[in-house]
């Protein structure tokens, strides 16, 4: 019997309708873990780089995290991975809600879908049922509707959905998979699923997940449960309210935006409004909030809210979770009302909350600075948001210059040539980012910008606190209680950390130290990445419920495995390095590990190129960012190292040094 | 009149604090796992949620009786403009819905309070308080019942005359 995963994937061929169940190898669970991990293996063996994204060849891989579907409070998180059109780097966006569980249920660890569909389908399956069925009379509705109207077709209210709605169809490079409260929204994965006929697949399981040590799974559970509540209770002191709690950011409760308004930037990542936060727009926003909020919700098997259903006077309602609540409403220099009321309409065409806006400002910015015309922007309104209303609409058709700005802004700005590449001043590895600028160096940050492959900072951050504490007391005071660290001198980095002097930004913390603490948090991430943990209870608050030494013993209870703290240690090393290799046969060198130039004002390029190689020093990779021999053959992956040298992107090191 | 109390098992469901998240259909089937907590599966739950998210509908129901037949007309609630579902409200395991049997044979499955705790599996997991545990005693009132026999029987007397009633109980109790 296979514990905690259910030993088996569907794989879905879509251009021959053929469908199996296929059992896995337990190994892989052993090296891989699950999730993510497992994923970038399948992509690995069977996606080769001269696949392209819109191939049939190309995967499109829903997988449950190992631990979806054990009673671990969050492990809830659906990893689905691709090719991506608009990096062509390995795309892995992740979603909450309850798809993930409701596909072990069924029976399965991933849902494997290849080729390509002749007409629009939906796949629906239900425990060992699975079938492809005619979607045509879903084109063109919108992702939260499409689940709707797939519920009772089925005639039953307990299937979850994940659909894309007219953007992922359409192939915009911006497309995301919607399901519940949750959406899996960055590098275009909406776009493959599209590209692939697939306009929804929907999901109900009525099978048993079995645990290998049951008392001693369940009592852990409990004990994260009542954590919870108790550190919710103790927000951290001196860090802003989204971050002093757990969860994902509370953006749907907590109606302070004082430090997202006042540090992240309006427009194209353009302006910052250092006053903006006034007490009557803080009545004005708090009151639209509570007005258009129905009820805070979770995703499956967690207690916290970070999510909620929203309705808004006058059009559909729509669930919503995080940071897209202000994403439309700074990139358009407008309010939280437009914000509420644009994002039900992105939810519906199913689009990236944060590329979407900003692809729209980008575009307003090249026509206020003459590279584009009036004449591309036929019949738009004058008014603000109405603009944003309109090229919305465009995008998500590809209709005229919303065709152009479907590819995102990296690829619109070279398209549209004239000098508009000046203007794409926030992507990295070719997508859009949080709208930060900032002023000093920050050796951490700078690190995990450039070579995080999640393409997501907030899919790196965590368990480090962002910026030191004021005082020595207060940072003692914060490192008593902190069994997190993986080891002691963590503590010291962080009391040691002064906001000014010689033990502030940008040399402190030290190059080895910064490394470390980078190298800390990515683990995290790859960890919850593999077991479908959301962040949200591990890898990205301070002092979370779950962390590297009590997650050895959870794994192991949930099943059967022997894992210590260091062998989990090693596994996430093992799928960031299979993810990296991924990307290097994609094409993926040091010079792509680069944040935008204009992130900081003050750059110390000596400074950062210490920090990547000595990055890639701790990570076993070569000065260009390539896994060398050695570290591959550590982690038991030589079959990598044997593909690049064939591909001459490894060179033979010691004929090398010969030569 | 006897003074024996009984205790009362009562959960006290606020839809209003309830976010939605079922950790109480996947504890319950943990619970009632054999070995216990060895498995769990909603779907073999005692407890079950009625969702709609885009309704606002969050509704908790617990298993109760089986019963063979279904109901003749089925219902629907309205409150505060929100509709329930036909039968939303009703605990039992009928041939009109799938909710509370098991997915393999079909068997009913009903709430037993978990029987062996302090209180039920679902209320201590469910942390935001939508599912409170309460006790209370009523008293045992057999001469109530007692009463309701006799104001049958004479409501039957006065029918068939009393004789013909007297006929008739001691053939039954002969034919018992």
């Known amino acids: 019997m296979r514990y905690a995963e259910t030993g088996y994937n569907l794989e879905i061929d879509l251009s021959t309708g053929n469908i199996e169940r296929v059992e896995t190898d337990p190994e892989l669970t052993e090296l891989y873990l699950g999730g993510l991990g497992t994923n970038a293996k399948l992509l690995w063996d069977r996606v080769p780089p001269e696949v392209e994204p819109f191939s049939p060849d190309n995967l499109l891989i829903f997988a449950a995290g190992l631990l979806c579907g054990t009673p671990a409070p969050g492990a809830n998180r659906t990893i689905v991975s691709t090719i991506s059109p608009q990096t062509r780097y390995m795309a892995f966006s992740m979603m909450g809600g309850f798809l993930a569980p409701e596909i072990k249920y069924a029976g399965y660890d991933k849902v494997i879908f290849r080729g390509k569909s002749p007409k629009l389908v939906y796949a629906w399956i239900n425990n060992d049922k699975v079938e492809l069925r005619d979607a045509s009379h879903l084109q063109g509705k919108g992702a939260v509707e499409t689940a709707e109207l797939i519920a009772q077709e089925l005639g039953d209210p307990n299937v979850q959905v994940a659909a894309i709605g007219l953007a992922g169809e359409n192939r915009v490079f911006m497309a995301s998979i919607e399901h519940a409260r949750s959406s899996a929204s960055r590098l275009g994965i909406g776009a493959v699923m599209g590209d692939k006929g697939l306009k929804a697949i929907a999901v109900r399981g009525t099978k048993d997940i079995n645990i290998a040590k049951p008392e001693e799974f369940l009592e852990f559970c409990h004990e994260v449960l009542q954590y919870i509540p108790e550190r919710d209770s103790n927000p951290v002191p001196g860090v802003m309210p989204i971050l002093a709690g757990l969860g994902s950011p509370k953006e749907m409760l907590i109606h302070d935006e004082k430090w997202h308004t006042e540090n992240f930037m309006w427009g194209n990542a353009r302006t910052r409004i250092k006053d903006y936060w006034t007490k009557d727009v803080e009545e004005n926003w708090k009151e639209t909030q509570e007005s258009v909020r129905t009820r805070l919700i979770s995703c499956y098997n967690c207690p916290m809210k970070c999510g909620a259903i929203i309705s808004v006077p006058g059009i559909s309602t729509y669930m919503m979770k995080c940071f897209s609540k202000l994403t439309y409403t700074m990139a358009a220099y407008s309010d939280l009302e437009f914000g509420f009321k644009i994002a039900q309409r992105a939810t519906e065409y199913g689009v990236d909350g944060f590329s979407t806006p900003q692809v729209m400002a980008f575009a307003l910015e090249l026509l206020e600075a003459g590279i584009l015309t009036e004449e591309d922007f036929p019949g ?259 079959y990598i190292s044997e593909d690049l040298e064939k591909r001459g992107i490894l060179k033979d090191e010691q004929r090398e040094e010969e030569s | 009149m006897s003074n024996e109390k009984k205790k009362v098992k009562t959960i006290k469901i606020d839809l209003d604090k309830c976010n939605g998240c079922r950790a109480c259909e996947m504890i319950c089937s943990a619970y009632h796992a054999t070995p216990r907590y060895s498995s769990n599966n909603p779907a073999r739950s005692r407890i079950r949620m009625i969702r709609k998210p885009l309704q606002d509908v969050y509704l908790p129901v617990y298993a109760g009786e089986y019963t063979a037949a279904e109901c003749m007309g089925r219902d629907k609630y309205l409150i505060d403009g929100k509709e329930y579902d036909e039968c939303a409200f009703c605990r039992a395991s009928c041939p009109s819905r799938d909710a509370f049997k098991e997915p393999d044979s079909g068997l009913p499955l009903k709430c037993d309070m978990c029987e062996d705790e302090d209180e039920p599996l679902c209320v201590k997991w469910c942390i935001n308080d939508a599912l409170v545990y309460e006790e209370r005693e009523e008293d045992m009132e057999e001469e109530v019942v007692q009463e309701e026999i006799e104001t049958g029987l004479k409501a039957l007397a006065d029918k068939y005359g009393l004789d013909n009633l007297v006929d008739t109980i001691a053939r039954m109790s002969k034919k018992e």
């Open chain 1, 380 to 638: 738009m309104p004058s008014d603000n948001e109405g603009r944003f209303y309109w090229l919305l609409d465009r995008i998500v058709r590809r209709e005229g210059i919303g065709d152009v700005l479907a590819d995102g802004v990296y690829w619109a700005a070279r398209k549209i040539g004239n000098g508009a590449e000046e203007y794409d001043h926030n992507t990295i590895k070719k997508h859009e980012q949080l709208p930060l600028k900032l002023s000093m160096l920050n050796p951490i940050y700078f690190l995990m910008w450039a070579t995080g492959e999640k393409i997501n900072i907030t899919q790196i951050e965590g368990n480090f606190p962002q910026a030191p504490f004021p005082t020595r007391e207060e940072r003692e005071e914060f490192v008593r209680d902190w069994p997190h660290v993986p080891h002691e001198k963590f503590k010291d980095y962080f009391v040691n950390w002064e906001l000014r002097g010689e033990n502030a930004f940008p040399y402190y913390p030290p190059v080895d130290a910064t490394c470390d603490i980078v190298d800390w948090q990515e683990t995290m991430h790859y960890i919850d990445d593999a077991l479908g943990m959301c962040a949200g209870l591990s890898s990205f608050p301070l002092k979370p419920p779950y962390h590297i030494h009590n997650l050895p013993i959870l794994i192991s209870a949930a099943t059967g495995m022997e894992l210590d703290k260091d062998e989990l240690w090693e596994i996430a090393k093992r799928n960031r390095t299979l993810v990296r290799a991924i990307n290097v046969r994609l094409g993926l060198r040091r010079e792509d590990d680069r944040p935008p130039d204009n992130h900081w004002k003050k750059r110390f390029p000596e400074l950062e190129a210490q920090l990547l190689d000595a990055y890639y020093e701790l990570k076993g990779f070569n000065k260009d960012g390539i896994p060398t021999k050695e570290s591959l053959h550590d982690l038991n992956m030589a």
